[in-house]
């Protein structure tokens, strides 16, 4: 396939993927609150706030529960102190991380000035080193030409998360 040749998928779509993705992905401070509940793991709200300078409470819960309708986060109490929540990724919200990833070694290549303290360009490589399978989930195994998961298989476990994050 020449640079110049169109890249079209086998099965067609009835509407674009990325289009769709955008319903909820694409909100405004979205990927930044997917980000910090993505690599912190384990995050409470004020600090969402704390990583992200002009997000506001009401424009935060408002994101949290658009994430959260859409199966990607999920709201854990603590067993200690019920008061206390924090946010972590739901098994659908894992297959966030890979989409984080691209725009972080985007970033990382071609905002690198304002990136790095150096100003240099970094490659994912350098910056995780030992994160493969996390930064690229499920695309890792496309990337090595494995064969991906079967649609049933997919629809079963699109079915099985939706029902644990409600």
């Not at 396939?1 to 993705?21: A, K, L, Q």
């Not at 955008?22 to 980000?35: A, D, N, P, Q, Y």
């Not at 946010?87 to 894992?94: A, C, F, H, I, W």
């Not at 991380?97 to 303290?117: D, M, N, R, W």
């Amino acid at each position: 396939m020449g640079n110049s040749d169109p890249i079209i998928p086998r099965v067609p779509f009835e509407i674009c993927p990325i289009r769709s993705s955008l319903g909820v992905l694409g909100k405004k401070w979205t990927l930044l609150v997917m980000r910090d509940v993505a690599f912190y793991r384990l995050i409470k709200f004020s600090q969402i706030l704390k990583n992200n300078r002009g997000l506001t409470p009401r424009v935060l819960s408002l994101r949290l529960m658009d994430l959260r309708k859409d199966g990607l986060i999920e709201r854990v109490s603590d067993p200690k102190d019920q008061r206390v929540v924090k946010y972590r990724l739901t098994k659908k919200g894992n297959d966030t991380i890979p989409i984080l990833t691209a725009f972080i070694q985007y970033g990382a290549q071609y905002h690198s000035e304002k990136v790095f303290e150096d100003g240099k360009p970094h490659q994912l490589a350098e910056l995780f080193p030992k994160e493969r399978r996390v930064m690229l989930g499920r695309l890792l195994s496309y990337a090595r030409g494995a064969r991906e998961p079967s649609k049933s298989m997919m629809d079963s476990n699109s079915r099985s998360s939706a029902k644990t994050d409600t």
